[in-house]
């Protein structure tokens, strides 16, 4: 029967061999939308920038499968992995990308602005590390209002060097605000290895002098981060303020669709494909435990192909945007 294996590990909810198909399936379903939308960027149906997350994806699932409803996210531009992981509709997002009126932001914000208050997904920002002092803002908002709510806020290796980001940090430890900050450390920034471009190479420590705790973690392998997520989360709920996480972990694509990312070799990124990707480890780990078999995997990516095709098709017949909303939705 073709799903059996997949079905003993569905059985019992909750269960993390069910969990593990779940992480499985997300991460599946951001590299699938990810080439799509790089395929799309080729056509000319996407506009401007456009940043892919294509082997970053263990960080979102893992760090996503840490909180629970009432948490918050936000993070800079490379952002669609983090909106597809906290549920925003795939079709909302693509529609977004190509600049239609289907979708999250009506079509006027694109690939980096893009939000869901009902998700509590506080955006994509294209500014480097402005979204910082913004996810700095959220966690005190929720403590503010007395909740034990947490703010996801992530940012990258290249942002981790900005001023501001070192200001969130101080009033965060300063008034112990719920706030997780996630650095995806993809080793290269826009083009510059950390080892070029940081005095301090482990992005971990870049809190000591505010006393925030933190932590490296490898960002290739999901159970790794889902297990370091839920430490630092229960450390902020727990009103002991800020934590870093910082996530060891690689993209496979250049900085945005416009760089040939020639500041790198073919070999090391062959290598980090062939040794360490995010979806094959976890595709090992199914197979080699027969928590599914290879029938079972395969009907997901037809599962998750149908999704982004789907997403595809309607962004593709969504409208554009009327000229009559040009000055909507903007603050003068």
């Not at 992530?154 to 980001?165: C, I, L």
């Not at 496979?252 to 790198?264: C, E, L, T």
């Amino acid at each position: 029967m073709a799903k059996t294996a997949a079905k003993k590990a569905e059985k019992v909810a909750g269960s993390p061999a069910a969990a593990l198909l779940q992480h499985y399936r997300d991460m599946l379903l951001i590299r699938r939308f990810e080439e799509k939308a790089g395929q799309m960027y080729g056509m000319g149906l996407i506009g401007g920038f456009c940043h892919l997350y294509i082997g970053q994806e263990a960080v979102v699932v893992g760090m996503q499968a840490a909180i629970r409803e009432g948490d918050s996210v936000i993070t800079g531009y490379r952002d669609h992995g983090h909106m597809l992981a906290c549920g925003m509709d795939a079709r909302g997002v693509m529609a977004e990308l190509t600049g239609r009126s289907g979708g999250y932001s009506r079509g006027k914000g694109g690939s980096m602005h893009m939000f869901s208050k009902d998700k509590r997904f506080f955006g994509g920002h294209g500014i480097v590390g402005g979204q910082v002092p913004l996810g700095t803002g959220v966690a005190f908002a929720a403590k503010y209002a007395r909740t034990d709510a947490v703010c996801l806020t992530y940012f990258g290796d290249g942002a981790a060097n900005q001023g501001q980001v070192y200001e969130s940090f101080n009033m965060a430890e300063l008034w112990s605000l719920p706030v997780v900050y996630v650095i995806e450390n993809n080793q290269y920034a826009m083009g510059t290895a950390v080892s070029r471009a940081s005095a301090q190479v482990e992005l971990s420590r870049r809190g000591e002098s505010f006393n925030i705790p933190g932590r490296q973690v490898d960002g290739m392998d999901v159970l790794a981060v889902k297990a370091a997520g839920e430490e630092a989360v229960a450390w902020c709920r727990a009103g002991k303020g800020p934590i870093i996480l910082e996530m060891k972990t690689y993209r496979y694509r250049g900085h945005s669709m416009s760089d040939p990312a020639k500041y790198r070799s073919k070999d090391e990124v062959q290598k980090m494909r062939a040794e360490h990707d995010p979806i094959d480890q976890v595709r090992a780990r199914l197979l080699g435990e027969n928590l599914a078999d290879e029938t079972a995997l395969k009907e997901i990516d037809r599962e998750v192909k149908a999704i982004v095709a789907e997403a595809a098709e309607f962004a593709q017949h969504s409208p554009e945007p009327d000229p009559s909303e040009l000055m909507t939705d903007i603050t003068l």
